[in-house]
C-alpha cells in the first residue's frame, strides 16, 4: 500500500530535549515536505527536499532540521525543543515530475507537545 | 506572492443541505488551486485541483469547485452533505513557477447535524 509514515504520532516531551520526527514514504518521490499545522493558521511549510541531498527552508524554518540521505526517508529534527514548537507536524511527498500541479500525499500527521 | 483567504472557520450545515465553502486567493500569475480535506486523526487528501483546462471541477465524494478569475475565487460545493462530509478543508494555491511552494488556507471545518 502506497503510504507516507511518521513515527512516532504522538509525543510528549521537555523543553530542551531533543527529538527527531522521523518520516518514509514507499512510493519512490522525489520532493518530500515537513508541515506544521497550527489553530488558526493552517498549514506552514518548514522544510521540504527535491531530492536526495537538496532540502531548503519553507515559511518556519527555525528550530528545526531536516537531512535526505535517502530518497524515502526525510526526518524532521528539534534539537533544543521549546513550547512553541506544541503542534501538529505532517510530512507529505510527491513525485516531482507533477510539479505544483501533483498531488501531495501526506502522512497521518505527528503530535508533539513540549512542556 | 500568493496566498488563500478561507472565508469561515467553522461552516455547518444540516445533512442533505448545500454545501459551500468559499476560497479566494491572490496570485500575480494564472495560479492553480486545490482542495484537500482532513478528516479526524488523518493526514489530508486531495479533494480536487483546478490547473487551467476546464474551470468546473469535479472531484471526490461529490465535491466540485469552479475557478472564477474576475472574483478570484474557488469556491468548493456540493449538493447534499452527508454525516461523513464532516472534516476540515483546506484551500491551497501555487503559481506553476516553483514546484515547492503550495500555500495552504488556515482551514474550514464542516460540522454536519443530522
Known amino acids: 500500500e502506497a503510504q507516507v509514515t511518521q513515527n512516532p504520532r504522538y509525543l510528549i516531551t521537555v523543553t530542551g530535549k531533543k527529538l527527531t520526527v522521523t518520516c518514509s514514504q514507499n512510493?519512490?518521490?522525489?520532493?518530500m515536505s515537513w508541515y506544521r499545522q497550527d489553530p488558526g493558521l493552517g498549514l506552514r511549510q518548514i522544510y521540504y527536499s527535491m531530492n536526495v541531498e537538496v532540502t531548503d527552508k519553507g515559511d518556519v524554518p527555525e528550530g528545526y532540521k531536516v537531512s535526505r540521505k535517502e530518497k524515502r526517508n526525510f526526518p524532521l529534527i528539534l534539537e533544543s525543543p521549546s513550547p512553541n514548537q506544541t503542534s501538529l507536524y505532517f510530512c507529505?511527498?510527491?513525485?516531482?515530475?507533477?510539479?505544483?500541479?501533483?498531488?501531495?500525499?501526506f502522512g497521518e500527521g505527528s503530535r508533539l507537545t513540549v512542556l | 506572492a500568493q496566498s488563500v483567504t478561507q472565508l469561515g472557520s467553522h461552516v455547518s450545515v444540516s445533512e442533505g443541505a448545500l454545501v459551500l465553502l468559499r476560497c479566494n486567493y491572490s496570485s500575480s500569475v494564472p495560479p492553480y488551486l486545490f482542495w484537500y480535506v482532513q478528516y479526524p486523526n488523518q493526514g489530508l487528501q486531495l479533494l480536487l485541483k483546478?490547473?487551467?483546462?476546464?474551470?468546473l471541477v469535479k472531484g471526490i465524494n461529490g465535491f466540485e469547485a469552479e475557478f472564477k478569475k474576475s472574483e478570484t475565487s474557488f469556491h468548493l460545493t456540493k449538493p447534499s452533505a452527508h454525516m461523513s462530509d464532516a472534516a476540515e478543508y483546506f484551500c491551497?494555491?501555487?503559481?506553476?513557477?516553483?514546484?515547492?511552494?503550495?500555500?495552504f488556507g488556515t482551514g474550514t471545518r464542516l460540522l454536519v447535524s443530522p
Open positions: 491551497a494555491v501555487s503559481e506553476g513557477t516553483g514546484f515547492q511552494k503550495l500555500v
Open positions: 507529505a511527498s510527491s513525485f516531482l515530475a507533477g510539479g505544483p500541479h501533483g498531488e501531495l500525499f
Open positions: 483546478y490547473t487551467s483546462a476546464a474551470t
Open positions: 512510493m519512490n518521490h522525489e520532493y
